[in-house]
């Protein structure tokens, strides 16, 4: 049985679902990385993310800036991350 996980978007616009196992790996990826950092670009954290998986010799199935797109869509919705403002390339920080 393939889990799916219903993501949020931060402006209510029509979100997706996701496998569980690929939530699951990201959601806590991300918070981690931005909870040892004051600020983060997506770029920086998605580098992170694949020397990680590297590291650990393992392939992620499918598109992982599709996937990382969609679960930081989705910890912002849940505030648990917002978007530091007026920075270029946007950046990003954990909430207590």
């Known amino acids: 049985m393939n ?4 993501l949020k978007h931060p402006r209510g616009k029509k979100p997706v679902t996701m496998s ?18 004051e600020k983060a ?13 590297k590291v650990k010799k393992k392939k992620f199935p499918g598109s992982l800036a ?3 797109e969609w679960v930081k869509l ?12 007026d920075t270029s390339p946007q950046e990003y920080m954990a909430l207590p």
């Open 66 to 68: 599709w996937h990382l």
């Open 41 to 53: 670009t997506l770029g920086e954290i998605s580098g992170a993310i694949e020397k990680h998986l």
């Open 20 to 37: 569980k196992e690929k939530y699951d790996l990201l959601r806590p990826a991300v918070l981690n990385y931005l909870r040892t950092r």
């Open 3 to 6: 889990d799916r996980v219903q």
């Open 74 to 85: 989705d910890l912002e919705a849940r505030k648990l991350i917002r978007r530091v403002p």
